[in-house]
Nanobody
Framework: QVQLVETGGGLVQAGGSLRLSCAAS????????MGWFRQAPGKEREFVAV????????DYADSVKGRFTISADNAKKTVYLQMNNLKPEDTAVYYC??????????????????WGQGTQVTVSS
């Protein structure tokens, strides 16, 4: 089994910054990718960012490009999401995900079996 624990959520004013962390434990050998999704009230869960285990590949949702940065510490099995210039529309529960094999579409919810419990990010205007 795999456990994912997210930390770093909270309340911040528009224009502010937050850094989310997600530590993976358990059967974490052969990690292929780690990423983040989010779900706002009344909306569907959506892709935010992903990074492959080699660190060579990153991808972002258009809505966060230039503001969010994903990074990973492979030795610690931890993925980070640095969120700058936050906007009220970034308010959501943020979920960490991991995948252990290649996928053609890492932006798809269906690509991920393992999910964290979620951490709330609230951006006030």
């Amino acid at each position: 089994q795999v456990q994912l624990v997210e930390t770093g959520g909270g309340l911040v004013q528009a224009g502010g910054s937050l850094r989310l962390s997600c530590a993976a434990s358990g059967r974490t050998f052969s990690l292929y990718a780690m990423g983040w999704f989010r779900q706002a009230p009344g909306k569907e869960r959506e892709f935010v960012a992903v990074i492959t285990s080699s660190g060579a590949g990153t991808d972002y949702a258009d809505s966060v490009k230039g503001r969010f940065t994903i990074s990973a510490d492979n030795a610690k099995k931890t993925v980070y999401l640095q969120m700058n210039n936050l906007k009220p529309e970034d308010t959501a529960v943020y979920y960490c995900v991991v995948r252990f094999s290649y996928s053609l579409n890492l932006k798809s919810i269906d690509a991920y079996r393992y999910w964290g419990q979620g951490t709330q990010v609230t951006v006030s205007s």
